[in-house]
Every structure is written in structure tokens, then in C-alpha cells.
């Protein structure tokens, strides 16, 4: 009976797909109340399940088995469903994030006259994401990989007639399609040396072979150099789903869709996945300390480099955007120093108020008749108080403050990485922390506080709250930000005890295979915790001094000051101009080549072929001219030739 809900999961956003899709005319409204529905659905499962994981309750692990897939030689895939307390804690903030997305859609695209084609793409990418959680086996969890790649490219286009929508979602496809072939390649060279490719079968050989003495274990019969490379590929997929260096360009370029896209994508779907994957493969990645460590090189530096480009952008849902890249490296730091629960943990928070920050970017573009540029805002809270005091919160926790959820996960990152010895990444981590709290109240000052910079008079006059379908969602967020960190407390629902048989294996490996050993020093662990408290209260003064007190003087004296370090920062690093130039000289280079290939190999086959056809035919019309003479002159030397030859060889 637990199958049939675990398979309803999934389904229902994928009905909630072919109605809009199928009948979207037909439903009209209807359709996108029955896609909320549908994902509500979904979540009150999820939730459940999450609950009785947490208490105990359900028996972990379930597999669900649907129908035998594919067989192939040795390869035998079935199509299989996996709940363990890793599933149901990805199921619970998933589809409860979306459905809060799906309801706030309701009011934020009623009137747009692809009503129903937007939820059609939005339960289909629910339903790619569960399918992506839920995979028992990794070209399951490829199909719903695929599956948010393909979404993602159609809601990211959505608007077709906006200028640079079409292209920003061709960007992000073909980026992840990048990152794919790294997927692709680590899945047969997984299975060249195990044989599977079940989830459960291949965490089970790494934990032998981690634990083994003798190196007989299969993951190690091509060598330590081997597992390193699978896994760099592995790492590869990863950058170009969730954003890091160099795969990370995309995401910015993403808010071209509706704002709930981005709310999804940052929150519930998409760039999760990555983080995801890592987890769910602890265990292989803890057979490879070096990749582990350039997880974590990466991670930092994406982290540092995508927070301070938010410093400086002006346009809301970009500096969100870039906010995400920056917190997905944090996710990555901990899985690369081996925090793999402080990780996953941080996209749970993160989840809350990143997807509250973007719900309440869309509320105010959606009251600033689409106005996105930050210094065309200003004095929104008393028009806007809770959009405003929901953003309020978002901000505080996403900056660390005390006792809200981004405190929990962000300082147990830090720590981790501090007590694992990588000292220069835990203050690249700080630095980032620091660029966190100025950056996010540089959004909030400059929209909500201050006076009101909307140009259009008849917009600024008649700017209002947002209808109750988006600010109630905006309340619920706001109340997980600041809650949510609690559930990892250890006497109020522990996060870490509950995911522990999920990532023991690997701990046991890093523990088993590593010489350092981690400190452990409460009296330590405090006093780092204090100086990330201080790191963001002192962010979110430094904010209330640039942005409000000498607003608006502060980007000339900024710029002025910081000079070439403000100009990096505006300028995103130049890392699309370096793009381009790259790929447009790569272009010029492969056009060059196949220009030279095309004449004198191909060109060169074909002239050479076309020449020995007519030597050929040549030689046969002297040979086809109609005289008998000929004929019999032709006859009688074959005989000849043939008396030579059997008298030569006999």
C-alpha cells in the first residue's frame, strides 16, 4: 500500500502536466487550481512520509519496483523507485516549497495568455524533480536529470517575444548539456568497474572497498586514479546543474522567465540537484580525497566570486540570482570537507528564505509594473508591509542572524570546514559570510526603505499589496526562514540523526582513510559561532550605511574608492566576455578546420575517387570498341596469360 503513495508522488504533478497541457483551453482557470491541487497533493504525502522517517515510524529503506526498463547484455535496469530518510527529507521540502510556488503563480500570472502552458511546464518539472529524488538507480535519476534540464529551457524562454528570453534558455541548456556528458561518461566507467549502476549497489562496493585492506574490491581493479576521475566526472554533471565554476554563467541569466521560475529553479528544483547527487553518492566521493578536495577549492571560490558580483548588480533578481551561486557553494564547501548533513541541510534552509527573497521580488515587480532596477524602487514597505516584513525575515536569516534557520546551516558549515583543518577556506567562507549580509540588505534598504524612486507617477501613486494567493504564500516562507533551522537541533527533531544512515558509510570511509583527525572543542566551535554572529550583524549595519544613510552617493564613492575591485564586481568578473571570446574563438577555430578538412580530406577523397573511376572507365571504353578483332586479340591473350601462369605455379 506505501507504493502506491510513493508512486501517487510523482503522478500528480504529471497529471496536473497533461491537463494544462492536453485541456488547457477547456479548464481555463481551473487548470491552474487543479495543478495546485495536484502538487498540495504531493506535499501532504511528502510530508507525512518525512514525518514518519523522522519519528521511526516507517521502515527505511522502500523500494518500489515499476517495470523492468531496460536489459542490455550484462545491464539490467529496472524502472525503481527508492525511499530512504534522504528521499524523504528532499520529497518533504520539495514539493511543500512548490506547491507554496504553484498557489503564488496563481495570482502573479492570472491574466498572462499562457496561463495554462506555464503550469503545464510547471508540474512537469515537479514531476522531472521527483523523479530525479526517487530514482532507485542513476539512469533513473538521469531521466528526471534530463527531465529539469528540458524544463528549465522552456520556462526560462517562457516570455518567447522578450528580448534575450529565447537565448538565456538556449544558455542554460546547453550548459547543462556540459555538464551531462561528464554524468554520462562517470555512469559507464561506474559500471565498467561495478558492474550496476543501483544507487544502493554502488554505495555498497564503496563502502567494501573503503574499508578494505587488500584493495581487492572492484571499484579499485583500474587504481585509485580511476574512482578519481569517475567522480571529477560525476562532479562535472553537478557544476552544470547547480551552478558552480565554470558552468555558473546560466543561472543570472535565468531570471529572464517569470519570477516563480526563479522561485523553483533557486528553491525546490534544478540546482538542488547537484548537492543532491553528491550526497547520495557519499560514500563513492569519500573513496576519492582529491576530488573531495577540489569540491571544495571550487565551491569557496564560486561562493566568494558569485557574492561579490550580488554587491554591485542592480537589478533585484539578479543580485538573488547570484546570492544562490554563492549559497550553492556553500553547499558544496561542506560536502567537499566531508559535512555532507551540514550541506544538505543548508539547501533545506536555503530553500525557505531564498524562495521567500524571490516570491517577494516577484511581488514587487509585479506591483512596480515590472520595474526590476533597484534604484528605481525605494519606500515600498508602507505600501507593501508584508512583502515587506516577510523580506525583512528572509534577509535576516539568508544573512546568518542568530537563531534563524540560516544561522543553523551556515555556521555548521563554517565550523565543519574550520575543524576539518582547511583553515584558508573557512575565512574565504567568512569573507562570502560578510558579502551575504551586506548584499541582501542592500536589497532590502534600497526597494523597501527610503523614498520612493518609481518613475512612472501612475505607478508609483498606485502602487499595493499583492493578492492573498501570493502573500500567503510569502508568510508561510517567511515563517520556515525563521524556523526551520531549529529542526536540527538535537533534542528538538535532529536533522543529522535522522540522515546518519545515509552518510555513515562514507564517514566511515573518510575516517577509516584519513590521517587528519577533525578538533573537537565546544569552547572553540562557540566562539567561531560568535564571530559569524558578529561577521553578520556588522554586514547588516554596513548595509544600513551605504545604501540608506548616504543613499544616494554611495555607488560613485564606492566605485571611486574600490576602483578595479568594484569595476570586477559590477562587470561579473568578465566572465561572459570571456565566454565569448572563448567560444567565438573556438568557433572561428573548428570553422578554420573543417574549411581545410573539407577540401583536402573530404574534397580530396572524393576527386580521388572520382579520378580512379574514370582511368577505370577510360580503360574499359578501350577495351568495349565494337571490333571483333578486338575481341578475339583481347580473348586470346587472357588465354595465354592463364597457360603462363598455371605453368609458372604448377
Not at 532590502?444 to 505607478?459: M, S, W
Not at 580530406?601 to 575517387?609: E, K
Not at 580503360?619 to 609458372?648: E, P, S
Request: hydrophobic share 55%.
Amino acid at each position: 500500500m506505501i507504493g502506491f503513495w510513493i508512486v501517487l508522488i510523482p503522478l500528480l504533478p504529471l497529471i496536473a502536466f497533461v491537463a494544462n497541457g492536453l485541456f488547457g483551453r477547456q479548464l481555463k482557470r481551473a487548470g491552474g487550481w487543479l495543478a495546485v491541487g495536484c502538487m498540495g497533493g504531493s506535499a501532504l504525502i511528502g510530508t507525512v512520509l518525512f514525518l514518519g522517517a523522522v519519528t521511526n515510524i516507517l521502515t527505511l529503506p522502500i523500494e518500489v519496483r515499476l517495470w523492468e526498463w531496460m536489459v542490455v547484455g550484462d545491464l539490467s535496469v529496472s524502472f525503481s523507485f527508492y525511499v530512504d530518510q534522504l528521499t524523504c527529507f528532499m520529497l518533504f521540502y520539495v514539493t511543500f516549497v512548490s506547491s507554496l510556488v504553484f498557489l503564488y503563480s496563481m495570482g502573479y500570472m492570472e491574466g498572462d495568455p499562457g496561463f495554462n502552458r506555464f503550469f503545464a511546464y510547471l508540474g512537469l518539472f515537479d514531476f522531472s524533480m521527483l523523479i530525479l529524488v526517487l530514482g532507485e538507480s542513476l539512469p533513473v535519476v538521469f531521466v528526471g536529470w534530463e527531465g529539469v534540464g528540458l524544463c528549465s529551457y522552456l520556462l526560462i524562454g517562457y516570455y518567447m517575444s522578450l528580448p534575450g528570453a529565447p537565448d538565456a534558455g538556449k544558455k542554460a541548456f546547453i550548459m547543462n548539456r556540459i555538464g551531462d556528458f561528464g554524468f554520462l561518461v562517470a555512469m559507464f566507467m561506474l559500471f565498467a568497474a561495478v558492474g550496476t549502476l543501483s544507487i544502493p549497489e554502488v554505495v555498497e562496493h564503496a563502502r567494501v572497498t573503503g574499508l578494505d585492506e587488500e584493495g581487492a574490491s572492484p571499484l579499485l581493479k583500474y587504481g585509485g586514479a580511476y574512482v578519481t576521475i569517475l567522480t571529477l566526472m560525476f562532479f562535472l554533471g553537478c557544476t552544470g546543474k547547480s551552478a558552480q565554476i565554470p558552468l555558473f554563467t546560466w543561472l543570472p541569466d535565468a531570471m529572464a522567465g517569470p519570477t516563480p521560475v526563479s522561485a523553483l529553479i533557486h528553491a525546490a528544483t534544478m540546482v538542488t540537484a547537484g548537492v543532491y547527487l553528491v550526497v547520495r553518492l557519499a560514500a563513492l566521493f569519500a573513496l576519492a580525497p582529491t576530488t573531495m578536495l577540489v569540491i571544495a577549492v571550487i565551491a569557496a571560490l564560486t561562493a566568494f566570486i558569485a557574492g561579490s558580483i550580488a554587491l554591485t548588480q542592480r537589478d533585484i533578481k539578479k543580485v538573488l540570482a547570484y546570492s544562490t551561486v554563492s549559497q550553492l557553494g556553500f553547499m558544496f564547501l561542506a560536502c567537499g570537507v566531508g559535512a555532507f548533513v551540514a550541506g544538505i541541510f543548508h539547501v533545506f534552509t536555503h530553500s525557505f528564505f531564498k524562495a521567500c527573497l524571490f516570491l517577494g521580488a516577484g511581488s514587487v515587480i509585479h506591483a512596480a509594473h515590472h520595474e526590476q532596477n533597484m534604484f528605481k524602487l525605494g519606500g515600498l514597505r508602507k505600501a507593501m508591509p508584508v512583502t515587506a516584513i516577510t523580506f525583512f525575515i528572509a534577509c535576516l536569516a539568508i544573512a546568518g542572524f542568530p537563531l534563524l534557520s540560516g544561522f543553523f546551516s551556515k555556521d555548521e558549515i563554517l565550523w565543519k570546514t574550520f575543524s576539518n583543518g582547511h583553515f584558508v577556506l573557512w575565512t574565504i567562507g567568512i569573507g562570502t559570510a560578510l558579502m551575504t549580509a551586506v548584499y541582501s540588505f542592500r536589497v532590502y534598504f534600497l526597494t523597501f526603505c527610503g523614498e520612493c524612486r518609481i518613475e512612472d507617477k501612475h505607478a508609483r501613486e498606485h502602487v499595493h499589496e499583492s493578492p492573498w494567493t501570493m502573500t500567503g504564500p510569502l508568510l508561510i516562507l517567511a515563517i520556515g526562514a525563521a524556523i526551520a533551522g531549529i529542526m536540527n537541533l538535537p533534542k528538538v527533531g535532529s536533522i543529522t540523526q535522522m540522515l546518519d544512515p545515509v552518510v555513515a558509510s562514507a564517514h566511515e570511509i573518510i575516517k577509516h582513510n584519513s590521517e587528519h583527525h577533525a578538533i573537537h572543542n565546544g569552547w572553540l566551535e562557540i566562539g567561531l559561532m560568535l564571530i559569524s554572529t558578529l561577521i553578520a550583524v556588522w554586514g547588516i549595519f554596513l548595509a544600513r550605511r551605504l545604501f540608506l544613510k548616504h543613499w544616494p552617493e554611495a555607488p560613485t564613492e564606492l566605485g571611486r574608492k574600490l576602483g578595479l575591485a568594484y569595476k570586477l564586481s559590477y562587470n561579473r568578473w568578465w566572465w561572459d566576455d570571456i565566454y565569448r571570446v572563448f567560444v567565438g574563438g573556438l568557433f572561428g577555430l573548428v570553422a578554420k578546420l573543417s574549411t581545410l578538412f573539407d577540401r583536402w580530406v573530404i574534397d580530396g577523397i572524393l576527386h580521388t575517387i572520382a579520378g580512379v573511376s574514370r582511368l577505370g572507365s577510360f580503360i574499359v571504353r578501350a577495351t568495349q570498341n565494337g571490333q571483333v578483332q578486338a575481341y578475339a586479340l583481347m580473348f586470346l591473350l587472357g588465354v595465354n596469360l592463364v597457360v603462363w601462369l598455371v605453368l609458372w605455379y604448377g
